[in-house]
């Protein structure tokens, strides 16, 4: 099921064109192998800095500078609750390019995006939050947040891995130790949005040689998807 939501994600590409004096500057390198397609255009000489459109289905959703169109790239990891501390830049960045297949996230950036997706379930304040890092081991390094994000709220927060190391108990929080594919294979996060299908969003991650294939969602639908296979494998 999570190799189909990949597969089918892969036909909601976004286009983007990038405006700069620089020749040497491109995207296509970054987005190689996502079902992001890139353009280059130069600007006169003493024009703007350089800026880049984001388009959808033929319309244009969104226009960033490059600076914080490359915080992409490098995003912030910060904990729960620490929002202020995430550029306006990044923020644009993650609700443009939902639901498009990156071919290349390494673990920082998953993290980056997970961030997102926590935050935004730590300020809705209640409903379920879904997360699977793969393995307990490398959930150790988030149970501060964890701990500050169920602790702070009414969220019911459930966490998924292999059984590699044992965690401490964090009340709100009930461990689901799995070695089923869909658990070692796969970086995933649900949250519901508490009621709120506009507040709904998920992650999606395969591992894949030196790094992930995935992509992010506020699809209602896909968000319940990702939910239904992570409860699959529950105890």
Not at 17 to 35: K, N
Request: contains cysteine; negative net charge; aromatic residues 10%.
């Amino acid at each position: 099921m999570l190799e189909r939501l990949i597969d089918d994600a892969q036909h909601h590409g976004k286009r983007i064109i990038l405006y700069t004096d620089d020749a040497e500057t491109a995207l296509d390198t970054r987005f190689s192998g996502s079902s992001v397609t890139t353009e280059q255009r130069r600007l006169p000489p003493h024009g703007p800095d350089p800026f880049v459109t984001i388009h959808d289905a033929g319309q244009v959703v969104g226009s960033l500078s490059l600076d914080d169109f490359e915080e992409l790239l490098t995003p912030p990891i910060v904990r729960p609750g620490d929002r202020e501390e995430v550029s306006a830049g990044y923020r644009a960045l993650f609700d443009l390019f939902d639901d498009t297949v990156f071919d290349s996230l390494d673990r920082r950036q998953l993290l980056g995006a997970s961030r997102e997706i926590e935050d935004r379930a730590f300020r809705v304040g209640h409903g379920t939050l879904r997360a699977s890092f793969q393995s307990l081991s490398v959930f150790e390094s988030q149970v501060e947040a964890y701990r500050h994000l169920a602790g702070d709220t009414a969220l019911d927060v459930h966490v998924y891995g292999e059984a590699d190391w044992e965690p401490p108990e964090i009340a709100g929080v009930t461990y689901h130790r799995s070695d089923a594919a869909t658990v070692k294979r796969f970086w995933t996060l649900a949250f519901d949005g508490g009621g709120d299908e506009t507040q709904s969003c998920g992650l999606v991650a395969r591992e894949q040689g030196n790094g992930y294939t995935g992509f992010w969602t506020y699809d209602p639908e896909i968000v319940s998807r990702i939910a239904d296979e992570l409860e699959s494998v529950e105890a």
